[in-house]
């Protein structure tokens, strides 16, 4: 231990005045990461690569998807036909978050998707995957 | 040669102070982690590009007076360590 915190910028050449603060390095061995890993994260690994069937195969059959995300008969007028393939969890955060739409849809169609994704209850495949793409609010 | 560690950049981090801790929501795994100085500090010192223990002590000592500095090698990189089995950091 010795005089540590002597005048380090000696020169004062630096405009920009920085507060310094004392910064308690600690021992090594004590920890100092908890990480938490809550029930739902148990599939955060994979939260950008999860998929969200539009729609759900198993449930809706031959159905389009109408303007408003439900499940219509095919050829509903104004209903959008399924999406060719799974979205991934990326792809519909990115829709969210920017408005971009999906990808491969044209706009009315990915307005029908997502809101086919934001009705998507507990049970129904994609679910667990669009609620994991909430968790996160920066 | 020491290892070099790098940080995901800032914007794939959530940050909120949470009295003595900090929390951090790391977006890429989308794992929580509760830590305690001189984590943030670590991940802060990092934005500047990858780096070793030994720089990551000169780039805190800039901005800040340090303590323990008798064992602050091997308490940097014992951080260090427990940052990438958590995945806050990589080694590069």
Known sequence: MSGETQDEGGKGADATPTRRRLLMLGAASASAVVTIRPALAQTAGSVMHCEIPVPDPIRAGNGWIGADGAIVAPDTPGAVRPAPRPFTGEEVKAALRDGMPLPGADYEASRAYMNYIRRLQSGVSGFTCYASLQMPRG | ?92
């Open chain 2, 1 to 92: 040669m020491a290892a070099l560690y790098r940080a995901d950049p800032p914007a794939l981090r959530v940050t909120a102070a949470a009295d003595a801790m900090t929390l951090i929501y790391h977006r890429p795994s989308g794992i929580t982690h509760v830590v305690a100085s001189p984590v943030p500090e670590i991940l802060d010192a990092l934005d500047e590009g990858p780096a070793d223990a030994r720089s990551i002590l000169a780039r805190l000592a800039v901005a800040h007076d340090l303590s323990g500095e008798e064992e602050a090698g091997a308490a940097i990189a014992a951080r260090l360590d427990e940052m990438a089995a958590a995945g806050l950091v990589a080694r590069a």
